[in-house]
């Protein structure tokens, strides 16, 4: 087992992680993009800041962000400690180990915090739950979805991750999610299931091998595109 967790945990990624977790073009960057069940990532703040048009959409933006901040420091330290007690689970390429894997999620999270109750009052970020998202059909021309789907795997199963999926690309022509592994550390038991029945249905589904990889064996990326 590689991490235990009752919830989804309030943990964000930067932009040159999402720029290797998703392989990201130049003209991607460029795109309308959906961040969806994006946290406290500083993903929005610092594409926006690079020109970039980005929503986010979480349940998490009901709360503001003290709050945010004071769920994320209370998981924090004990997600650190499940890392640090199973060394085999971990590539250490992007952050160097566990306390640069620390230091680099709280320097997000203030990225986050201090871009979001600016951005809330912009709608740059949302709150909603997939899979209702409370946009039109091609609002963007990308979905990212990173840590949550097929992660939460034990959580919610494939009947949600179709259904969120589907919602996914009703908003979006293109949708990449990443990882592909549960938390236990290995391929989500969900994912050739919803990859054969969304194929059925007419969309395009393929595996693709990517830059990142902090969870061991975590560097594929699931792209879909509309039928
Ligand atoms: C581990 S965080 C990932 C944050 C960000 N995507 C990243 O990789 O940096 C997982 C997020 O999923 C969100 N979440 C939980 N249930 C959700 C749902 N039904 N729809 C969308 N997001 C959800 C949580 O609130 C949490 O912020």
Do not use: K
Not at 36 to 51: D, I, K, Q, V, Y
Not at 177 to 184: D, K, Q
């Amino acid at each position: 087992m590689s991490i235990r967790l009752d919830q989804t945990v309030p943990f964000g990624r930067s932009l040159r992680e999402y720029e290797s977790m998703f392989s990201l073009s130049a003209a991607d960057r460029r795109s309308r993009i959906l961040d969806c069940a994006a946290g406290p990532s500083s993903f929005n703040a610092e594409l926006t800041a690079a020109g970039g048009d980005v929503r986010s959409i979480d349940p998490l933006y009901q709360f503001g962000g003290a709050e945010i901040q004071r769920q994320f420091f209370s998981t924090l330290d004990r997600v650190i400690e499940q890392v640090r007690a199973t060394p085999q689970n971990w590539i250490w390429s992007y952050h160097r180990d566990p306390d640069d894997l620390r230091r680099n999620r709280i320097a997000v999270m203030e990225q986050f915090v201090a871009d979001y109750s600016g951005g809330a009052g912009t709608g740059r970020y949302v709150c909603g739950a997939l899979p209702n998202l409370p946009f039109g059909a091609d609002r963007f021309d990308l979905a990212l979805s990173s840590h949550f789907l097929f992660l939460y795997s034990d959580h919610f199963d494939a009947a949600f991750h179709l259904e969120a999926i589907r919602a996914l690309l009703r908003v979006a022509r293109e949708v990449r999610i990443f990882p592909l592994l549960a938390l236990r550390a290995e391929r989500s038991q969900h994912l050739d299931p919803v990859c054969e029945q969304l194929r059925r249905e007419g969309h395009h589904c393929s595996i693709e091998r990517v830059g990142y990889e902090l969870q061991r064996g975590g560097n594929e990326m699931l792209r879909l595109r509309r039928a």
